[in-house]
């Protein structure tokens, strides 16, 4: 009687075991399918390693990713797949580099971001940006450059020592948040950037600013505070 008991209470916690699979199996299929009807992939707080493979089987649906505060390491080449997205957050992980392919996103756009930083605030309709702020990125790729579109690229919070050159490419930039990094210089293209009107470089290793920002026209607002700077050319003043 008693083998008899333990036989019908073990496939009952088996079936209870199996109903439970079968209904977060349910779920996930449920939230996969609103995912690609509304092109909004919310996965914030989700204590992520690394990038669901649902979010590279949705493709082009994908326009907006959101995977702040997650654990994430990296971030695989296929993100490439989601070539419409038009709003990506990656802020407060554990990333130390950007694949190459992040290039190929030329849509990148949002309406309203405020970063990890204080300073950095946006808004507007029409900005394009991207966040990589609160990460372990030791390098941009030079990729991040052809985003043509790029409005407002801030990389807050990391472990940089280098900006690439051809961030000059951007032309419409017009706010660079580079806070609380290890740059000891800034490139002298980024006075390429014709629209930039906003440099946040705070608490980095700067001894010196390029005179060539001095031939930025729109520029009205820099934050050199915190670094080594002995003396500012009169031009970007």
Not at 131 to 160: F, H, M, R
Not at 221 to 227: E, P, S, Y
Request: glycine share 6%.
């Amino acid at each position: 009687m008693g083998n008899v008991c333990c036989g019908e209470s073990g496939s009952f916690g088996k079936s209870s075991s199996n109903r439970g699979h079968n209904r977060i199996s349910r779920q996930l299929e449920q939230r996969i399918s609103n995912y690609a009807a509304t092109g909004i992939v919310p996965l914030r707080d989700a204590r992520l390693t690394e990038l669901p493979a649902f979010v590279e089987q949705l493709g082009d649906k994908v326009k907006t990713l959101d995977l702040t505060n997650n654990r994430l390491e990296a971030i695989p080449p296929s993100i490439s797949n989601n070539y419409n997205l038009s709003r990506l957050t990656l802020a407060q992980n554990r990333l130390a580099q950007i694949p190459e392919e992040i290039g190929q996103l030329r849509n990148l756009k949002g309406d309203s971001y405020v970063c990890s930083c204080q300073q950095f605030h946006v808004q507007g309709s029409t900005a394009r940006v991207l966040i990589l702020d609160s990460n372990a990125l030791q390098t941009l790729p030079a990729s991040i450059c052809g985003l043509e579109k790029l409005e407002s690229l801030s990389v807050a919070s990391n472990a940089l020592a280098t900006i690439p050159n051809e961030i000059g490419q951007l032309r419409k930039l017009k706010t660079i948040t580079l806070s609380h990094n290890r740059l000891r210089e800034l490139p002298s293209s980024l006075s390429r950037c014709s629209a930039l009107e906003e440099i946040y470089a705070s608490d980095n290793y700067l001894t010196a600013i390029p005179a060539e920002l001095g031939g930025l026209d729109r520029l009205s607002l820099c934050n050199f505070d915190g670094n080594r700077i002995e003396a500012v050319p009169a031009d970007v003043l």
